[in-house]
Structures are given as C-alpha cells and as structure tokens.
C-alpha cells in the first residue's frame, strides 16, 4: 500500500488541474467525502459538509454565472494547508451584472493526501 501524497504534491496537481480549467476534475481527485466548504458569506451554501453537497454547490454556481476568465495563482504551500489566488471575470446570469475584476483566495486543508476543507475569502 502505497503513502498517501504530501500536501505539496496535493496542492501541485490540484493546482494544476484548476489552471487547466478541469475544477470538477480536480475535486473528484482530491476532495476527501467528508470535505467542508466554507464560502466567505451568509445563506444557505455558506458552509457544506459533504463532497455531494461541495459538488452541488459547485454545480449550482456554473449554472448561475457565465465565466469569460479566470486566472489561477499558486499553489502557496504551508504545512497541511495550501492557498490559491482566483482573478475571474464573470457575468451573474440572474441580473447580467459582469464582475470582471473579482479576486478570491482559497485555503486547502490537506489530510491523508485529500482536502478535507475549503475555505474562500473575497
């Protein structure tokens, strides 16, 4: 049985995908089951439990917005964690409000070579 990956081989290949455009990709990958997500606002998606309830949420995002870019940064590795820069232009399907200059950072948790947490700050 082979160890489970470090997170800086984690936070390599996972980066890697995202900046390749493969995001569902990336989280069938490496997402742990018990996976929380943790969005930086109110409501009913700001914190799911769960890789059905992380993938809903991600679902339900590229149905409800139009993306015309994103740009990837990172990964930045430290301990078991690893963080991301998104730069994205967007346009909100329900309004046709475009957000060309949103920034975001992600935080990984990395636990036996799966993230077991996400958290975004915008």
């Known amino acids: 049985m082979s160890s489970p990956l470090s997170t800086a081989d984690v936070a390599s290949a996972f980066t890697a995908l995202l900046k390749a455009g493969d995001h569902h990709g990336a989280a069938m990958q490496f997402n742990a089951q ?3 997500s943790i969005e930086a606002m ?4 700001s914190r799911c439990e769960g890789a059905e309830a ?3 949420k991600g679902a339900w995002w ?3 917005h139009t993306i015309h870019a994103v740009n990837t940064e990172g990964p930045f ?3 078991n964690r690893f963080a991301v820069i998104f730069d994205m232009d967007f346009t909100v399907n329900a309004t046709g409000v475009r957000t060309a200059n949103s920034r975001e950072v992600a935080l990984y948790t990395v636990k036996d070579g799966k993230i077991v947490e996400e958290m ?3």
């Open 34 to 36: 018990e996976i929380v």
């Open 42 to 45: 109110d409501g009913p998606m």
């Open 54 to 56: 992380v993938q809903a």
């Open 62 to 64: 590229y149905a409800n």
């Open 77 to 79: 590795v430290n301990g």
């Open 120 to 122: 975004f700050m915008y």
